[in-house]
């Protein structure tokens, strides 16, 4: 399994509807379970920063994730952009391979 981890900063007035769009319930883990080997959203708020976010998709393997790119591209495109206005900040931190087994 990998890990694709982000980091968000939410504008203020956009709090609750970047909830709403990156929980493990919201509009991209939907878009996001369109592929069989898309395994789950965790959604993290850091306690001394209220409005900063890391959300960490998990997906079966390393090919899982551009595999799902390149058959939803438009979909994840047109989603992105709408998402672009809740947000001050996203950075992608990166993606990481679960070592623990």
């Given at each position: 399994m990998?890990?694709?981890?982000?980091?968000?900063?939410?504008?203020?007035?956009?709090?609750?509807?970047?909830?709403?769009?990156?929980s493990?319930?919201?509009?991209?883990a939907?878009?996001?379970?369109?592929s069989?080997?898309?395994?789950?959203?965790?959604?993290?708020?850091?306690?001394?920063?209220p409005?900063t976010?890391?959300?960490?998709?998990?997906?079966?393997?390393v090919?899982?994730?551009?595999?799902?790119?390149?058959?939803?591209?438009?979909?994840y495109d047109?989603?992105?952009?709408?998402c672009?206005?809740?947000?001050?900040?996203?950075?992608l931190?990166?993606?990481?391979?679960?070592?623990?087994?």
């Amino acid at each position: 399994m990998i890990r694709i981890v982000w980091r968000f900063k939410a504008k203020p007035e956009k709090a609750q509807e970047f909830l709403h769009a990156y929980s493990w319930t919201g509009k991209w883990a939907m878009l996001f379970r369109r592929s069989p080997d898309y395994q789950g959203t965790i959604l993290l708020r850091d306690t001394t920063a209220p409005l900063t976010f890391l959300v960490i998709d998990r997906w079966a393997n390393v090919e899982a994730f551009p595999r799902f790119r390149h058959e939803f591209g438009a979909e994840y495109d047109r989603l992105d952009q709408q998402c672009t206005e809740l947000t001050e900040e996203e950075t992608l931190i990166g993606t990481f391979s679960d070592e623990s087994g």
